[in-house]
């Protein structure tokens, strides 16, 4: 009896669902009962946003509760999937079979998933079409006359889907599938340019690509957010397609951002992100990116969503790094010795200075320290040195460590006074801290290891040989 009002419902549901924000009816022949969920996307993340019974196929979605616009995914028992994407049309059905999910899908009473299951079912037919050519032309010489009959066979497959793409995208274009193939589509690059004397511009492309990569995708669309695609294509972005130094990473990003301004879902998703993201990045040097996204962004007011007290913390931890960047001058600071000699950072005469913090009683302080000793004892007579500042305050504990260590030949310096404020200046949270300094104290590596230590002192050594 059950079953039967089902499929009543199923039937004539367009007529019993105007209370409901979406009603969604599924029948999927060959499928086990239990648990159907259905799933949405929000950036490069999943989640679950309702979960019902299958009964001998059949399924029913339905609640008040507001659903937004996006692409949303259903997870069968069997751990099948498959995608539906939610409009205007808040109530409709599907019928399809578990063993073709795509090819045997009936959908009514959506135009735009009738049209996306229209426009899969083309491509899954041709790429039925084009493997066993594909698999053909492994087999067979480049130069042979097999190997050409095949290979225009395929392209002449590649040609069917391109054209029927384009068709689409041309007839199609105020549906949000459509807006989807758009943001897909790859970037048309244009011959390079030659300048006024005569010469190819060698960057023109480059730029070109960068500076039109979102040309096709509708950033003011906040349904974007909710597809498995926006995310995808602003990482290759960001960490495929720009030079992965913080200068062209911020240039990248700001461009992004401003573009995305029209939306406030994208907007704020983008800035989240790529906070988050360069914040915890473990490349040296990208903390650079994460200063550059709050002192620009969120000290300036434009992040309403955060609040006092991430604020606070936020823009602390970016006051906290901007001071010791790679690139940047590494903060004066000035510490007594063993013999209570101030010693000025800035005046240590060395082609490098190793920029040593620890812990007499950090257990990871005494596997490291000596690490250090051995590599810089290999350059020393390069000039490398090391300026070491025991973060304790215990004299004594100190003293011994340095013997114990044997790294008397170190500039060891204790602040017993806490007058220095290395802390701050070097954002010293913990310890062992490690840092590389070159002649003119500028940051070239932080926060490393020995191991890291060593290989930038033989890379750095080797680029000065190969200058002279």
Same mark, same amino acid.
């Given at each position: 009896?059950? +079953?039967?009002?089902?499929?009543?419902?199923?039937?004539?549901?367009?007529?019993?669902?105007?209370?409901? =924000?979406?009603?969604?009816?599924?029948?999927?022949?060959? *499928?086990?009962?239990?648990?159907?969920?259905?799933?949405?996307?929000?950036?490069? #993340?999943?989640?679950?946003?309702?979960?019902?019974?299958?009964?001998?196929?059949?399924?029913?979605?339905?609640?008040?509760?507001?659903?937004?616009?996006? *692409?949303?995914?259903?997870?069968?028992?069997?751990?099948?999937?498959?995608?539906?994407?939610?409009?205007?049309?808040?109530?409709?059905?599907?019928?399809?079979?578990?063993?073709?999910?795509?090819?045997? *899908?009936?959908?009514?009473?959506?135009?735009?998933?009738?049209?996306?299951?229209?426009?899969? $079912?083309?491509?899954?037919?041709?790429?039925?079409?084009?493997?066993?050519?594909?698999?053909?032309?492994?087999?067979?010489?480049?130069?042979?006359? $097999?190997? #050409?009959?095949?290979?225009?066979?395929?392209?002449?497959?590649?040609?069917?889907?391109?054209?029927?793409?384009?068709?689409?995208?041309?007839?199609?274009?105020?549906?949000?599938?459509?807006?989807?193939?758009?943001?897909?589509?790859?970037?048309? %690059? !244009?011959?390079?340019?030659? /300048?006024?004397?005569?010469?190819?511009?060698?960057?023109?492309?480059?730029? &070109?690509?960068? =500076?039109? &990569?979102?040309?096709?995708?509708?950033?003011?669309?906040?349904?974007?957010?909710?597809?498995?695609?926006?995310?995808?294509?602003?990482?290759?972005?960001?960490?495929?397609?720009?030079?992965?130094?913080? @200068?062209?990473?911020?240039?990248?990003?700001?461009?992004? +951002?401003?573009?995305?301004?029209?939306?406030?879902?994208?907007?704020? &998703?983008?800035?989240?992100?790529?906070?988050?993201?360069?914040?915890?990045?473990?490349?040296?040097?990208? @903390?650079?990116?994460?200063?550059?996204?709050?002192?620009?962004?969120?000290?300036?007011?434009?992040? !309403?969503?955060?609040?006092?007290?991430?604020?606070?913390? +936020?823009?602390?931890?970016?006051?906290?790094?901007?001071?010791?960047?790679?690139?940047?001058?590494? !903060?004066? %600071?000035?510490?007594?010795?063993?013999?209570?000699?101030?010693?000025?950072?800035?005046?240590?005469?060395?082609?490098?200075?190793?920029?040593?913090?620890?812990? !007499?009683?950090?257990?990871?302080? #005494?596997?490291?320290?000596?690490?250090?000793?051995?590599?810089?004892?290999?350059?020393?007579? #390069?000039?490398?040195?090391?300026?070491?500042?025991?973060?304790?305050?215990?004299?004594?504990?100190?003293?011994?460590? +340095?013997?114990?260590?044997?790294?008397?030949?170190?500039? /060891?310096?204790?602040?017993?006074?806490?007058?220095? =404020?290395?802390?701050? $200046?070097?954002?010293?949270?913990?310890?062992?801290?490690?840092?590389?300094?070159?002649?003119?104290?500028? %940051?070239?590596?932080?926060?490393?290891?020995?191991?890291?230590?060593?290989?930038?002192?033989?890379?750095?050594?080797?680029?000065?040989?190969? /200058? $002279?």
């Amino acid at each position: 009896m059950k +079953i039967l009002n089902l499929i009543v419902s199923l039937c004539c549901f367009t007529q019993v669902v105007t209370a409901q =924000n979406y009603s969604i009816f599924g029948k999927v022949d060959g *499928m086990s009962d239990g648990d159907v969920l259905l799933g949405y996307y929000y950036g490069d #993340k999943q989640y679950v946003k309702d979960t019902v019974k299958s009964h001998h196929g059949f399924f029913h979605f339905e609640s008040e509760e507001y659903l937004e616009s996006g *692409m949303y995914f259903i997870l069968l028992p069997e751990k099948q999937h498959f995608q539906m994407i939610l409009d205007e049309s808040r109530s409709f059905s599907f019928e399809t079979d578990v063993k073709d999910l795509v090819g045997s *899908m009936s959908v009514k009473g959506s135009v735009e998933n009738e049209l996306f299951y229209k426009y899969q $079912k083309f491509t899954q037919q041709k790429g039925k079409e084009a493997a066993p050519i594909s698999s053909a032309l492994k087999s067979e010489k480049k130069d042979t006359k $097999k190997y #050409k009959k095949l290979n225009k066979e395929l392209e002449a497959i590649n040609k069917e889907v391109t054209d029927f793409k384009l068709d689409y995208i041309k007839n199609h274009p105020s549906t949000f599938f459509v807006k989807l193939l758009k943001a897909m589509e790859p970037v048309y %690059i !244009p011959e390079p340019k030659k /300048n006024v004397i005569g010469e190819i511009d060698k960057d023109y492309q480059y730029n &070109y690509f960068i =500076n039109h &990569y979102w040309d096709q995708v509708d950033l003011s669309d906040e349904r974007m957010i909710r597809t498995p695609i926006f995310h995808n294509i602003m990482e290759k972005y960001l960490e495929e397609h720009t030079v992965q130094i913080p @200068d062209s990473i911020n240039k990248s990003l700001d461009r992004l +951002i401003n573009k995305a301004r029209e939306s406030e879902a994208l907007f704020k &998703y983008i800035i989240n992100w790529s906070t988050h993201h360069y914040e915890s990045s473990k490349i040296m040097g990208q @903390d650079a990116v994460f200063v550059h996204l709050v002192f620009t962004y969120f000290v300036t007011g434009q992040t !309403p969503w955060v609040d006092e007290v991430q604020m606070t913390n +936020i823009i602390n931890k970016a006051m906290r790094i901007s001071p010791n960047l790679i690139g940047s001058k590494a !903060p004066y %600071i000035r510490i007594p010795d063993e013999n209570g000699i101030e010693q000025d950072l800035h005046k240590v005469n060395a082609t490098f200075t190793a920029l040593f913090f620890y812990d !007499p009683d950090c257990g990871h302080c #005494k596997e490291e320290a000596p690490k250090v000793r051995d590599v810089v004892r290999k350059y020393a007579d #390069k000039g490398v040195k090391v300026y070491a500042v025991c973060t304790e305050f215990d004299e004594k504990i100190w003293n011994e460590f +340095i013997v114990s260590e044997e790294i008397e030949e170190w500039i /060891n310096v204790i602040d017993l006074e806490n007058t220095s =404020n290395f802390r701050g $200046k070097y954002n010293v949270m913990g310890t062992p801290r490690l840092f590389l300094l070159d002649e003119r104290k500028k %940051i070239i590596a932080k926060l490393i290891d020995s191991e890291l230590l060593g290989e930038i002192l033989e890379n750095e050594f080797k680029l000065i040989e190969s /200058n $002279k």
